[in-house]
């Protein structure tokens, strides 16, 4: 059954599209179809996979941004497959396991369809508000929905250092939201914000949708999960195995209060590098840090469930 993973964090540079990109890069290698979202105007993701010259040739008109201007305010429209690409250059390394890693790709364009989405939704306190909550916070599910039967075992959406439309219209598409977080000092402040305004969105979306849980413990139940912090950018050194000792304090700090991934990934010149080659450095890395990323799989096929 394909299952969707939001990867959500508000601030930037910490890791996020690198981490979608390898995370999905690690499952596809091993033999996993997967379908990688960009939902960021910056199109960070989709410039890891293909250069300009390619985007404007093949997928010019079928970015995310093109899919929701086609589908327009009846909520109905082409189906996202047709939006779907495959990059070249990971083609040849998925091949021989079967797997596949294709992707929604996103563009400046992007930012316009999030505006006029705000507009669409209204003010919370207008009449109308519910109904259009669910046409438009719901758009996206319903366009992942149409994608069940097309055999892909995960959706992994790439998001913008924000809380808005977008993203939140990610994480209800999703079983499961994964937050990358460097280990640096006020990062559990940031995590607990984070958290904290994911339970409160999934309680007040659910509500609106009528699917609220008999009581407010259940509410855990209610999908989607918060599959945990992921420590990204970890840097290692300073005469102690793995990660800083300052980073060491940190992350031990996390662990305490939250859900946390024991795998981690480490700050390494390969993964920039992989960004510069259109191929996710996780197709190649030295054995020591895939040995990190492929934990890192595992947990998240674990955490998510099949
Ligand atoms: N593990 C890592 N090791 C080295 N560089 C990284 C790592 N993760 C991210 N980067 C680099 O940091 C920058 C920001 O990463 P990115 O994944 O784009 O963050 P975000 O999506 O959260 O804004 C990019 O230049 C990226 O190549
Ligand atoms: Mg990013």
Sequence with gaps: MMKVATVVNSKGGVGKTTLTANVGAELARRGRRVLLLDLDYQASL???LYRPAEIERQIDRRTIADWYMAVGRRGSGPDLMRYV???EEVRA???RSGGELAIVASAPKLEGVAARLGVELGNPSSRRYQDRHRQVVMRL???LRSLRR????YVLIDCRPD???LTRSAIVASEGVVVPAQPERLATFGIRHLTEKLADFKKKNFEILGWSPASENRLEELAPTFLGVVFTRVRHGGGVPGPIPSSQQIIAEVRHLF???NAMMRENVDFQAGVDRLLPAAFGLRPDI???IQALVDEFESRIGS
Excluded: K, L, V
């Design 290 to 292: 895939a040995a990190e």
């Design 46 to 48: 989709t410039h890891s």
């Design 259 to 261: 859900p946390t991934f």
């Design 150 to 153: 097309e055999g892909f075992d």
């Design 163 to 165: 809380f808005e439309i």
């Design 93 to 95: 390394h998925t091949r």
């Design 141 to 143: 599910a319903e366009g």
């Design 85 to 87: 690409s495959w990059p």
